[in-house]
């Protein structure tokens, strides 16, 4: 099957999404089909947008960040908002980091969570300052 010729339907399919997604990245000015005989028809060049939303998507990019991005042909026009995205995805990693190894600490731990002096240092560090200062 030719991408030139693909409906929504069929588009949603081979990408694994619902077709509702692809219509309201089109009302979000994500994706423009064109029209041929009132049905959306999805040429390469949006085959290739999709693939690219789904990348960004997955990397935890929202509507309006895309919106930005995709807002023009350059995404360094917008290196400010990629820098800030790296810092972000840095945050996450971290965190993420941080969490595996509390639960990899947490399976070869002999005591139980809630006893496990480790866990009990990782919880406290989440809590902000004064926060259990009064009484229980």
């Known amino acids: 099957m030719n991408a030139s010729a693909l409906t929504i339907g069929e588009l949603a399919a081979r990408f694994g999404i619902p077709a509702h997604v ?8 994500l994706i ?5 005989a009132g049905q959306r028809r999805y040429g390469p060049g949006e085959v290739r947008r999709i693939a690219l939303i789904l990348l960004a ?5 929202g509507v309006r960040q895309l919106q930005t991005l995709l807002s023009t042909p350059d995404p360094m026009a917008h290196a400010d908002l990629l820098r ?9 990693i971290e965190h993420a980091r941080t969490t595996k190894e509390l639960i990899e600490h947490a399976l070869e731990c002999p005591r139980a969570f809630q006893d496990c002096l ?3 240092e990782r919880i406290a560090s989440r809590i902000p300052d004064g926060l259990l200062s009064g009484p229980d």
């Open 22 to 29: 692809l219509r309201y990245w089109e009302s979000e000015g």
């Open 32 to 36: 423009s089909p064109r029209r041929q």
């Open 57 to 61: 998507r997955e990397a935890g990019f």
């Open 84 to 92: 800030e995205y790296v810092h972000t995805l840095e945050h996450r």
């Open 118 to 120: 480790h866990a009990q």
